[in-house]
């Protein structure tokens, strides 16, 4: 397995279908798995989970929140890199797998990379309206920019597992911007 692609939900059941199928959808997806967490749904969230089948892992927790949720996924993870999307999030065809080549060709002292997001907005008129976000930190230490701007987002990121295992994984006591 290349990549693990971690996706907590909890109650959002046709949101985490788009999801999942987005990831299952990605080019290369038999060299990724998908683990999906999902944090104590009491909606329809589990059947829309055991559709998919073996297709995915499923992990049950109840209520531990979104940064515990990752961590039960990265408890499992067999990838050497890992992915974040939430359930929320849909990827586009090639994003993931630029942000791969990207890490893997870097050096072995770079543990994380991101990419620029792209919002969508749903409408009924025009289903694509987007936006690509702007204001991205640089290369390096971007630690103060992120601080300040908090510009990077969980589903344009790429990771190896070993670094997110060193630092501790997901402080499970931050409710946003774990």
């Given at each position: 397995?290349?990549?693990?692609?971690?996706?907590?939900?909890?109650?959002?059941?046709?949101?985490?279908?788009?999801?999942?199928?987005?990831?299952?959808?990605?080019?290369?997806?038999?060299?990724?798995?998908?683990?999906?967490?999902?944090?104590?749904?009491?909606?329809?969230?589990?059947?829309?989970?055991?559709?998919?089948?073996?297709?995915?892992?499923?992990?049950?927790?109840?209520?531990?929140?979104?940064?515990?949720?990752?961590?039960?996924?990265?408890?499992?993870?067999?990838?050497?890199?890992?992915?974040?999307?939430?359930?929320?999030?849909?990827?586009?065809?090639?994003?993931?797998?630029?942000?791969?080549?990207?890490?893997?060709?870097?050096?072995?002292?770079?543990?994380?990379?991101?990419?620029?997001?792209?919002?969508?907005?749903?409408?009924?008129?025009?289903?694509?309206?987007?936006?690509?976000?702007?204001?991205?930190?640089?290369?390096?230490?971007?630690?103060?920019?992120?601080?300040?701007?908090?510009?990077?987002?969980?589903?344009?990121?790429?990771?190896?597992l070993d670094a997110v295992r060193q630092v501790g994984g997901f402080n499970p006591d931050l409710p946003l911007a774990q």
């Amino acid at each position: 397995v290349r990549t693990s692609i971690i996706i907590p939900t909890r109650d959002r059941s046709e949101m985490c279908r788009e999801a999942i199928e987005s990831a299952l959808r990605l080019a290369g997806a038999n060299r990724r798995e998908v683990i999906v967490v999902d944090d104590g749904s009491t909606d329809t969230t589990p059947d829309v989970l055991a559709g998919f089948g073996d297709r995915i892992r499923v992990i049950r927790k109840e209520g531990v929140g979104r940064g515990a949720a990752r961590n039960a996924g990265l408890a499992v993870a067999r990838g050497r890199l890992v992915a974040f999307i939430d359930d929320d999030d849909a990827y586009f065809p090639d994003g993931l797998q630029q942000l791969e080549e990207t890490l893997e060709s870097s050096s072995e002292e770079v543990g994380v990379v991101y990419g620029r997001p792209r919002y969508v907005r749903r409408d009924p008129t025009n289903p694509l309206l987007s936006r690509t976000a702007g204001g991205l930190g640089s290369e390096g230490w971007v630690l103060p920019q992120m601080v300040g701007a908090n510009f990077v987002v969980m589903g344009n990121v790429v990771a190896r597992l070993d670094a997110v295992r060193q630092v501790g994984g997901f402080n499970p006591d931050l409710p946003l911007a774990q």
